[in-house]
């Protein structure tokens, strides 16, 4: 019924920046809150940002001041704006997106992964 679509990873070197795209798509009649979300190797996921759709924003603190996330309600799309990126960033990065289709679907991309090496 609705599918959510991460890009933009890829490798990128230590201090470089790299930004995050995720579209929703399908049957939509709306989108509520939204966020960015990743899981390195042997640790779980753990949540980077959320937006609702009104645009207030909540960040986890180790990416607070580097990463930036954002939405174009028009696109039902959401954005990761990521600088100053470290090697610890490294991990698959997902999307998540609570969309109203005929329900209310807690929506999961398959995932993009981010390197950041030398």
């Known amino acids: 019924q609705v599918q959510v679509v991460e890009s933009g990873g890829g490798l990128v070197q230590p201090g470089g920046s790299l930004r995050l795209s995720c579209a929703a798509s399908?049957?939509?009649?709306?989108?509520?809150?939204m966020g960015w979300y990743r899981q390195a190797p042997g640790k779980q996921r753990e949540m980077l940002a959320t937006?609702?759709?009104?645009?207030?924003?909540n960040y986890a603190d180790s990416v607070k001041g580097r990463f930036t996330i954002s939405r174009d309600n028009a696109k039902n799309s959401v954005y990761l704006q990521m600088n100053s990126l470290k090697p610890e960033d490294t991990a698959v990065y997902y999307c998540?997106?609570?969309?109203?289709?005929?329900?209310?679907?807690?929506?999961w991309g398959q995932g993009t992964q981010v390197t950041v090496s030398s």
């Open positions: 998540n997106a609570q969309v109203l289709s005929l329900q209310w679907y807690d929506t």
């Open positions: 937006i609702s759709r009104g645009s207030s924003t």
């Open positions: 399908g049957r939509i009649f709306s989108i509520g809150a």
